[in-house]
């Protein structure tokens, strides 16, 4: 205990309690164990008065309550039910000492009275654990300004208490307040349900009101922090009602405030008004409503006049829009209406009593016709409020049966020291009337909300349930439908901007978000449910057009076989391959004819086995592209042909050194012939083109991937890597190489004998090879798309066919319809022929 509260600890214990029970008082029931209750039965001072310290305040200089009375009744109900029920507390009597806190004006002195002995005295001890006060428990009061001025009290002996209707978050601070529980859900709950209630409306311009005391402060600012969290509602205006007593008339500056609002509630486009503020504070305030024109709009009201009869009362002739209120669920109570009007009755004289009727400790005499008055509104508003009192009696009781250690004959009478029944109580858990009563780790018992609807009429309830608020899901569910002071009976709109079309986003405009302009989502991105003022990207593979919330997925683009292209192309392929395959075998029957060994004997398998290969791998260009087809694409193809190619520079770079450097270099000749040095080359180029393959594969990737055709964005074009045309001109470059040699030796060739003359055929290849590749390159740089793929493989198989048409068709037309010109001595007598002409 800290410094501070030793004081008024002490403070406390020093005053002596002068608070004492009538002799006829109809708010005492002799007990075993009395509870106690503190009830609001007076309110709205008459006139101005002055209190002198140590007076309570007197009946006649306040109203009736009608509300307190009510709830009062419900303690006495549940106190008398359970002294009926044998079988919870079996030969122990419950009692009662309510007293009257007026409101606002009398709590600190009944809190002593509770804490004080049979004698009226507090001791001053330096342990109370073994202290036994007046009462074992207290139950209330209701709002939760005079909550917490008890508590401040009680808890210093942790004495229980259980207040009704306090919604303060401050009593969840189990350090200031370990004694304090509570049957009514925190003000946060109240909160979110009117967060979810405007949610459910699209309500989200609105205007705040609060009263300037610690309910209006503390609410108005859950309320400001729960919409800064979530930017779906803004508040227009927030402004401060003046405190009034409804029987006071204004002053000078209380009215100039109030005639501020109303100007700025006419000016406002706000049709939602919340409004936290004690219902005496709300008096003078819809007297003033009453005044203007305010049939649009919709009230909300906090759960501290959500369900007030002399709210409803002063407004009942009158139309001032739509109320709806957050208040506790509704739970019929069995019996509790008729008991409401059950006369008092007659009860002994308390020995060495001392009469108090003045005050409004004990004595109401007008309470009960009040409530007869009010008699219909309470009956069909249903128990609300008035469960939270009776769950709260019942929540002793069952906390007296397990520390009492009762069985189904009786109790163990011993003393009730408050620390053993606040634990008792904090872990009570039973089922009354179909609810379950329990309290949390902050001393909270979750019970349901309702959003009620204010109604006027005969036979009509007065504060119609039209949804019930889950506090565990944190979800409003609609039961029945609003009935709208508007035309045509519609949802009033109450919103700074209009909705924005389907698919625009929204711009704030100045400091709300609320406000806002519309804007079009561009093609290519889409608009969010869940984020309003942002135009969302698409994903690589998925596209959308112009305002859209979803984005759909691109056509894919790839080589298909239905396509005219493709069917050509194939059918190319299946020619050079049939055409290389016969050729094949053409050679293989006729090796060691000087046609075939003139063409390059063993070499000539060298190039139609890759070009054979090659042919039968073309359908890896067609379809989506995977793994292995683009490995293939781009090793295989680029490989064999590069084979290809060596051989054929190589053969023609024999001829001419066969003829025409045999006689002038005979060394380097014989050094060519000795080691193999066509195989030689053909293996050396063959090693930096696949060097060169690997290189571009390792800069890039192998992972096919899509591209978005620039010429519609709908079209997802598949390629197997980013750099698809860089890598393809890439190794592009050293075929290039070897066509440009190739020809370069066939042409000085072009002199030779004819049937060793292979030039004109090899210039025929290389010049087609070297033109297709320059033609690829070109249409690349200008084309993008499917296009490229389909002219990739078309030129391909052109050069394949270039290579085995050009170079071997001539020479299989001759050995198959010139058999007498593939015969050693008619090459003879050609060499000698060119010989001839030469000398």
């Known amino acids: 205990m800290g410094s501070q509260a030793r004081t008024v600890c002490w403070f406390l214990l020093s005053l002596r309690v002068s608070a004492e029970l009538s002799e006829s008082s109809n708010f005492h029931l ?117 909550t917490i001025t008890v508590a401040n009290i009680l808890s210093l002996f942790l004495l229980p208490q259980i207040t009704y209707s306090a919604i303060s978050d401050q009593l969840q601070d189990k350090q200031r307040f370990p004694a304090v529980l509570r049957t009514a859900p925190s003000a946060n709950h109240h909160i979110e349900a009117m967060v979810q209630l405007m949610l459910h409306f699209r309500w989200n311009w609105i205007v705040m ?18 919409l800064l969290r979530h930017s779906e509602i803004c508040i227009a205006f927030q402004e401060v009602l003046p405190v009034t007593d409804p029987n006071h008339a204004m002053g ?53 006049w959500a369900i007030d009869p002399a709210l409803h009362h002063l407004l009942e002739p009158h139309y001032t829009g739509t109320f709806l209120g957050v208040t506790i669920q509704r739970v019929y109570i069995p019996g509790f209406s008729e008991f409401r009007l059950r006369p008092a009755e007659a009860r002994p004289p308390i020995p060495n009593g001392t009469n108090l009727r003045a005050t409004c400790n004990q004595e109401c005499d007008t309470c009960l016709n009040t409530t007869e008055y009010f008699n219909n509104v309470l009956m069909q508003s249903g128990e609300r409020v008035v469960y939270s009192v009776y769950s709260a009696v019942y929540a002793v009781a069952h906390a007296l049966h397990s520390l009492l250690r009762c069985n189904q004959t009786g109790c163990a009478k011993d003393v009730v020291y408050p620390w053993q029944l606040l634990k008792k109580i904090q872990d009570v858990d039973f089922t009354l009337l179909g609810n379950r009563v329990h309290f949390d780790s902050h001393g909270d018992m979750l019970r349901q909300l309702d959003i009620v609807q204010w109604q006027w009429g005969l036979g009509q309830n007065p504060f119609r349930s039209i949804a019930s608020y889950d506090l565990i899901q944190k979800r409003l569910k609609f039961i029945s439908n609003v009935t709208w002071h508007t035309v045509n009976n519609t949802i009033p709109v109450s919103s700074c901007s209009k909705n924005c079309p389907r698919g625009q986003r929204k711009k704030p405009v100045g400091l709300h978000p609320c406000c806002f302009e519309c804007w079009d989502c561009p093609p290519g991105t889409f608009l969010n449910s869940t984020d309003e003022f942002n135009c969302h990207n698409c994903p690589s593979s998925m596209w959308s057009h112009k305002n859209a919330i979803s984005c759909f997925k691109r056509r894919l683009s790839f080589l298909e076989w239905n396509e005219a292209p493709t ?21 293989w029957k006729h090796f060691q004819t000087p046609m075939v060994r003139s063409a390059g004997g063993p070499m000539c398998f060298l190039m139609l086995t890759p070009l054979l290969l ?54 380097a000749y014989g050094f060519w012939v000795r080691y193999h040095g066509p195989y030689i080359f053909v293996a050396f180029t063959t090693a930096i083109k696949a060097a060169l393959v690997v290189g571009n594969m390792l800069s890039t990737t192998i992972n096919p991937i899509g591209r978005t055709d620039p010429d519609d964005p709908n079209i997802m074009i598949l390629s197997c890597h980013p750099n698809y045309r860089n890598g393809l001109l890439f190794n592009t470059s050293m075929d290039l190489l070897l066509s440009v040699v190739g020809f370069s030796f066939a042409y000085m060739g072009k002199e030779l004998p004819t049937n060793y003359n292979e030039a ?29 793929t389909i002219m990739d493989l078309l030129v391909t198989v052109l050069n394949f066919l270039a290579i085995s048409l050009g170079y071997f068709g001539p020479k299989c037309y001759m050995i198959l319809f010139y058999p007498e010109r593939n015969t050693q001595a008619y090459f003879n007598s050609m060499i000698q022929g060119y010989t001839m002409r030469k000398s």
């Open 30 to 146: 002799a007990g075993d164990y009395l509870l106690g209750g503190l009830f609001s039965l007076h309110a709205n001072v008459k006139k101005p008065v002055s209190f002198n310290v140590l007076e309570v305040p007197k009946c006649k200089e306040y109203e009736i309550k009608v509300l307190g009375y009510n709830l009062m009744q419900a303690m006495r109900f549940a106190v008398e039910e359970v002294n009926q029920l044998s079988s919870l507390l079996p030969g122990v009597r419950l009692g009662y000492e309510i007293v009257d806190v007026c409101y606002l004006s009398n709590n600190v002195q009944p809190g002593l009275y509770f804490l004080a002995e049979d004698d009226y005295f507090l001791p001053i001890l330096k342990d109370y654990s073994n202290y036994v006060p007046h009462v074992v428990a207290v139950i209330g009061p209701d709002n939760s300004e005079s």
């Open 209 to 226: 009101l609060a009263s300037n005391d610690d309910y209006g402060r503390e609410n108005s600012q859950l309320f400001s922090q729960r």
């Open 252 to 304: 000078p500056q209380q009215q100039e405030a109030l005639d501020n609002i109303f100007s700025k509630l006419q000016w406002s486009t706000a049709r939602i008004i919340v409004v936290f503020s004690p219902e005496l504070t709300l008096h003078n305030f819809f007297n003033e409503v009453l005044r203007h024109n305010f049939g649009d709009v919709v009230w909300i009201a906090s759960e501290s």
């Open 567 to 587: 069917i050509m192309v194939f059918i190319l392929a299946v020619l050079g391959f049939l055409s290389t395959l016969a050729i094949l075998v053409i050679f």
């Open 614 to 667: 090659a042919f039968g791998m073309v359908p890896v260009y067609v379809g989506p592209p995977t793994i292995f087809t683009c490995l293939c694409r781009q090793t295989f193809f680029t490989l064999c042909y590069s084979v290809c190619l060596s051989c054929v520079t190589v053969r023609s770079f024999q001829i001419v050194c066969v003829f025409k450097m045999a006689s002038r270099l005979p060394r």
């Open 760 to 788: 004109k055929f090899i210039t025929l290849s290389m010049t087609f090879s070297f033109t297709s590749s320059i033609s690829l390159c070109t249409f690349m740089s200008v084309h993008d798309g499917v296009l490229v």
